[in-house]
């Protein structure tokens, strides 16, 4: 089993034998670079201002912010689903497809004319969406999980400023167009994403003191799923 594998690794007989503060440090450090890679892969863009182009009366930058949007919002639902129902085994490979298919948007974006590659930032967001909870489901279920969930929140204040820095670089010092900006920085953040992606995943299964102080995760059926979300509104 891949679990167990994980389980006999150095990291993670580390892990479950260091007392809570560095368990604490290297979860929500590996937590908070992580989704700072895949902040990348959704937010370099707005950097760019694509100045003059407009559609409709409508400028260029607008329709790709709303077509993100619209794709990321909607994901949400679909998260619903695809995040209860995911098994611990499969959150990496869930990562690592969602920003598959991130890239794969960008890099049709960049050889798609405008206007017709506004599409592609609804591909773009669409899967994104989704791995704020693939990311948290490492964390969730543990005695610290707000002090993770925390550290992991924190990393859109310094993603932000941090995408916008590498945009402007790869344009102004790398003579990249605002097109092709957006695939470009994607590139530079798949061998840090990588890292991180297989730091988090040695994080070993919550222990038995975390089940005994907070719920035990577990995926959900659609029964479960439904029977869930109709208690909650009771």
Request: charged share 15%; hydrophobic share 45%.
């Amino acid at each position: 089993m891949q679990n167990e594998k994980i389980s006999k690794s150095g990291i993670s007989r580390w892990l479950e034998q260091t007392n809570g503060v560095w368990f604490s440090v290297y979860a929500a450090g590996s937590a908070f670079c992580l989704y700072t890679c895949v902040y990348s892969f959704r937010k370099t863009f707005s950097v760019a201002t694509f100045q003059g182009m407009e559609f409709w009366n409508i400028s260029y930058k607008s329709w790709l912010v709303i077509s993100q949007v619209l794709g990321y919002a909607l994901s949400k639902f679909i998260g619903i689903k695809i995040i209860s129902e995911l098994k611990a085994s499969s959150r990496s490979r869930g990562i690592l497809l969602m920003v598959s298919i991130a890239v794969t948007s960008w890099f049709l974006f960049a050889i798609t004319p405008p206007p017709y590659n506004i599409l592609f930032l609804f591909t773009n967001g669409l899967p994104l969406g989704m791995v704020w909870g693939m990311v948290f489901g490492y964390l969730e279920g543990r005695r610290f999980t707000e002090v993770l969930g925390a550290g992991l929140s924190i990393s859109f204040i310094f993603s932000a400023g941090l995408c916008k820095s590498v945009g402007g670089f790869i344009i102004r010092d790398w003579g990249v167009s605002e097109l092709w900006m957006p695939f470009a920085a994607s590139i530079i953040f798949i061998l840090p994403l990588l890292i991180f992606i297989f730091l988090l995943h040695q994080l070993p299964p919550p222990s038995p003191m975390d089940e005994q102080l907070r719920t035990r995760r577990q995926p959900m059926n659609k029964e479960e799923r439904n029977k869930f979300i109709a208690n909650s509104f009771n």
